[in-house]
Nanobody, 123 residues
Framework: QVQLVESGGGLVQAGDSLRLSCAAS????????MGWFRQAPGKEREFVAG????????YYADSVKGRFTISRDNAKNTVWLQMNSLKPEDTAVYYC????????????????WGQGTQVTVSS
């Protein structure tokens, strides 16, 4: 059974940085893409970033391009989301997820999800 466990959320001020981590288990991590999503209060869950199985392809929502970086270490079964220049509108619960494909292109169907970690950015 695939398990995804996020960590690293917290309360920060606008302009600060945070790094989220997601530890994966239950299948061959290096064979699948990984992604980060977020859901703000009263809003639908949205795609934030995705990374292909090898780390060779990365995809970002326009709202985070240039500020967030997704990375992975297949030896550690871990994916990270480095978030810089945080804004109050980045406040949300952030979820790690993985599809049953190697490529994390926008629109991919994500099958497994973590429990989420709260990120709150104060102004």
């Amino acid at each position: 059974q695939v398990q995804l466990v996020e960590s690293g959320g917290g309360l920060v001020q606008a302009g600060d940085s945070l790094r989220l981590s997601c530890a994966a288990s239950g299948r061959t991590f290096s064979s699948y893409a990984m992604g980060w999503f977020r859901q703000a209060p009263g809003k639908e869950r949205e795609f934030v970033a995705g990374i292909n199985w090898s780390g060779g392809g990365r995809y970002y929502a326009d709202s985070v391009k240039g500020r967030f970086t997704i990375s992975r270490d297949n030896a550690k079964n871990t994916v990270w989301l480095q978030m810089n220049s945080l804004k109050p509108e980045d406040t949300a619960v952030y979820y790690c997820a993985t599809p049953s494909t190697r490529v994390a292109a926008i629109g991919a169907k994500y099958d497994y999800w973590g429990q989420g970690t709260q990120v709150t950015v104060s102004s």
